[in-house]
């Protein structure tokens, strides 16, 4: 076993003054409100989400289904949980008749009246389409209906894809934090 760190950014965004609204998608793609019975579709996208990205060494129940799950039920059951700031994506297109879930966000309010980001994914296959921003808009709407002024996520600093698009929709960098995580020696 070695220890590694893993360097994150802490970054903020500024809500009042924003005018955030929900955003449109590409055709087939649904955003679909929070609804405990969608718990499972929740953990699944996430999983699909993290579970081959160096999240997933960072915070190894990402890389797990069954964490994934026991990770939502964790989020949904605490004290500052927000539906409203909490939303799945889906994707059908003209000829299927299955929804396919591919991406995920949670929205808590923390102890100081701050939102906070939870675990923002969207399957690999649909990356580079908008629905990373499209969840966070999503989110962010929600905290402003919550009357949260100020939002928050941690990102690891590797993902710059991430970072870029925090950056680009109004988050600045606010500290550096570092994460340690043993992991197993191979060999």
Request: hydrophobic letters at 40%; proline letters at 3%.
């Amino acid at each position: 076993m070695g220890l590694t760190y893993f360097k994150r950014f802490r970054m903020e965004i500024e809500l009042a003054g924003r005018g955030l609204e929900m955003p449109s998608l590409p055709a087939g793609y649904q955003l679909h409100a929070w609804d405990f019975d969608l718990i499972e579709h929740h953990a699944f996208a996430k999983y699909m989400s993290f579970r081959s990205e160096l999240d997933a060494n960072v915070f190894p129940c990402l890389g797990e289904f069954d964490g994934c799950s026991r990770l939502m039920n964790e989020i949904q059951n605490k004290e500052g949980f927000l539906p409203g700031a909490t939303w799945l994506l889906s994707y059908q297109d003209e000829f299927d008749f299955d929804l396919e879930y591919c991406g995920t966000v949670q929205g808590i309010r923390d102890r100081t009246g701050v939102g906070a980001i939870q675990n923002l994914g969207v399957v690999p296959g649909h990356r580079g389409l908008g629905l990373g921003r499209a969840l966070m808009a999503g989110a962010l709407c929600g905290f402003q209906r919550a009357g949260l002024r100020r939002a928050y996520l941690e990102v690891t600093s590797q993902n710059e894809g991430a970072v870029q698009l925090y950056e680009d929709i109004g988050f600045r960098r606010v500290r550096t934090v570092y994460k340690a995580v043993e992991l197993a020696s191979v060999g």
